[in-house]
């Protein structure tokens, strides 16, 4: 498999797998979740996933806006990135945390399916 490809689907399951620890933390209220690693690492990783991510896209070259899957991609990246924010800052019940948390798992499933299939239909879940 190509380095960069596989260097991009291993830092979106890191990314993911780290997010989910933090959601388990934050349904928890465990103080954990304040440790400086915690804050500073899920930032790392995001960028480089991002940054792996632009570099196939152009290295395929295909683009957000052009690219109807690539779009839906990104699209759906943003509403994962909102549900994040809702998960760890914004909801202020566990209901609301768990609920944004399964929401975002969903959205990133989608996402793994759309970059799987390049399709952006609903259809590929």
Wanted: hydrophobic share 60%; net charge positive; proline share 4%.
């Amino acid at each position: 498999m190509d380095p960069l490809k596989l260097t991009h689907i291993s830092l979106a399951l890191a990314s993911l797998t780290g997010f989910l620890a933090r959601g388990v933390l934050r349904l928890r209220a465990s103080p954990r979740l304040q440790a400086r690693w915690l804050r500073i690492l899920p930032h790392v990783l995001d960028s480089l996933l991002l940054a792996t991510g632009i570099a196939l896209a152009v290295r395929i070259g295909q683009y957000p806006f052009v690219s109807p899957w690539l779009t839906a991609k990104l699209t759906a990246l943003v509403l994962y990135i909102l549900l994040g924010m809702v998960v760890m800052r914004h909801a202020r019940s566990r209901l609301g945390q768990g609920v944004a948390l399964g929401a975002a798992v969903l959205v990133f499933a989608y996402m793994l399916g759309v970059a799987a299939t390049r399709q952006a239909g609903l259809g590929i879940l």
